[in-house]
Every structure is written in C-alpha cells, then in structure tokens.
C-alpha cells in the first residue's frame, strides 16, 4: 500500500472521528455469575495480536497491537524511534508475503527511499525484544537519561481555555466505539486548539495508539503538530511523552496520572502536560502558562 500524501495541513474529514469496530473487537462466549445465579452469554473482547514491523525487508520490532491502521502504526514507530525522519523518507508501506503465498495480515514492511537508513547497529534499541510496554527495548536505563538530556526547550505563542480542556474527555469518549464495547482498549485523540476532535486511534497497547496518530500525521504531511492537541485515555508515561515531542506537540493530555519522569521530561522540553483530565478538574505538571 502506497502512503498517500496530502496537500493541506487539515485532517481529511473522512479520517475524522471514530474507527471501525469490527476490526478491533471479537465476541466470545462466557459463563457469568452474578451473586448465586449464572448465565451463559457473550462478551466482546478487544483484539490482541502481534504486529512485525520490517524496514527494507529487515526485522525492526515485533509490538503486540490491535490490528487496524497498522501502516499508520508502521510508520508512527519508526518516526517517533528516530529510524526516520519525516515522510520524505518513506517510499511505500506494504503487507509481507505469508509462506503460502497470501498476504500476512501481521507483517508489515516499510521501503524506505534510502537503503543506508537501515542499520541495525545505530538504532540503539533492541527492537526484537519490544512490545507495547514501549521502553523494555531499551538496552540501558542510561539511554533513557540521554534521550531525556537530549530535548531542547520548546517555545510556544498560544494559550488554550481550561474550559476547552475540560471538553476533551467526554469527545474522546464518544469516539472510542470498541472501548464501549470491550472496556479494554486505550486511546488517543488529536484535537486543534479549539478542541475539535479531529483524529481518534485505538489500541491495546497505548504507545501504539500514540504511534498510530503520529503515523496518520506523518504519512499526510500534517507535521509537526505544533498547533494540536494530544489527549491519551491512560497515564502519561516518559515514552508517551518522548513521542508526543517528536511529533511537536506542545501540549499533551492524559486522562489518568504521569509518571515522574515524564513530568520531568516535559519540564525540560518547555511541554504542557496536564494529567487527571476528567469531570471539570485537571492537574497541570509543567508549563501551566499555556492553560487560561
């Protein structure tokens, strides 16, 4: 599948919003039991399956993911793991062939336009061992610290209502379908500043929901999302973060609570970053200038 790019910064309207949820959820049969009595009925339950992500044909992580926009995923990885930069680099993104033949539904290669991008040996990750928990591939807790070290302060010219914020949790909500339906799934949300609910991704693991907002933007010249919102339906954790800023973001929201070093690490960025976003409050962890 070709990436197509776009020749306007705005999300197209048909990407707006909510994403399928027969693709993300799948009904099994359960014994349930409510005091003294049972039933046998159904639950839904989201999808869980692994997702190998190839570079030139060369294996880069294996991420347990909910199957769904795994292109955007592919690509929101290796952008925000720095194997890219931007979508000049990206020729094509495509399904693996299967050993029988068909297209593998769980492998996904990404071509990129220039074959010295892949190098395993400065990738300074041990992709192969990754999952959805994100930063378990790192091969020393010391590149934690640098990639923290690393971050220049960003500066930012606008300022957004507190009522706007607090209207964000319940448009996340309304378009998180399988998490209606399952109550297992996380997400994240991309709003302009307006808080207009321009994107919602869906996944079991949340960095790769994440990924899959920053792969849409990427793969349709929306970056860098510096007028934008970032709302994410679990904690705020250092990696979430770290890939909000490679997207540019100047401010990131979370629905539950940060982690310290996040906190620390937005700090350092000049990033807003607001946590217990929910029922008209929210805690403010760093640049409390940009909320009014």
Same mark, same amino acid.
């Given at each position: ?17 909510? %994403? ?5 959820? =799948? ?7 409510? /005091?003294?009595?049972?039933?046998? %009925?159904?639950?839904?339950? %989201? ?14 992580? =294996? ?16 952008? %925000? ?5 931007? *979508? $000049? ?10 050993? @029988? /033949? ?43 610290? #640098?990639?923290?070290?690393?971050? *220049? ?27 209606? #339906?399952?109550?297992?799934? $996380? ?17 079991? /693991?949340?960095?790769?929901?994440? @990924?899959?907002?920053?792969?849409? &933007? ?7 999302? @510096? ?5 994410? !339906? !679990? ?8 890939? &909000?800023?490679?997207?540019?973001? &100047?401010? =990131? ?5 940060? !982690? ?7 700090? #350092? ?9 929910? #029922?008209?409050?929210l805690n403010i962890y760093s640049g409390p200038e940009q909320v009014i």
């Open positions: 599948m070709e990436p197509s790019g776009a020749t306007e910064r705005e999300v197209p309207q048909a990407d707006r919003g909510r %994403t399928p949820v027969a693709s993300l959820s =799948v009904r099994q049969t359960v014994h349930r039991w409510v /005091g003294d009595r049972s039933e046998l %009925t159904h639950d839904d339950l %989201t999808i869980e399956e692994p997702l190998q992500i190839r570079m030139a044909g060369v294996d880069v992580a =294996v991420t347990m993911r909910t199957p769904g926009h795994d292109e955007e995923l592919a690509a929101g990885f290796l952008f %925000t793991e720095a194997l890219i930069t931007g *979508r $000049h680099q990206v020729d094509s993104i495509a399904r693996c062939l299967a050993e @029988d /033949g068909t297209l593998s539904p769980n492998i996904i290669n990404v071509q990129p336009t220039e074959r010295d991008l892949v190098n395993p040996h400065l990738w300074g990750r041990d992709f192969l061992a990754t999952s959805s928990c994100g930063l378990c591939g790192k091969t020393s807790l010391s590149q934690v610290e #640098q990639a923290a070290r690393r971050v *220049r302060p960003m500066s930012h010219n606008f300022t957004v209502p507190v009522d706007t914020l607090y209207t964000l949790p319940d448009k996340l909500r309304e378009g998180q379908d399988t998490f209606a #339906q399952t109550g297992g799934i $996380h997400a994240a949300a991309l709003f302009d500043l307006e808080g207009n609910l321009l994107l919602v991704r869906e996944d079991v /693991g949340r960095h790769n929901a994440v @990924d899959k907002v920053i792969g849409y &933007a990427l793969l349709n010249d929306l970056l860098p999302l @510096d007028r934008h919102i970032l709302l994410v !339906s !679990s904690r705020a954790s250092f990696e979430i973060v770290q890939k &909000a800023l490679a997207a540019g973001f &100047a401010l =990131v929201c979370a629905i539950s609570a940060p !982690s310290s070093l996040a906190v620390e690490l937005a700090k #350092q960025a000049g990033l807003t970053l607001v946590a217990f976003l929910r #029922q008209g409050r």
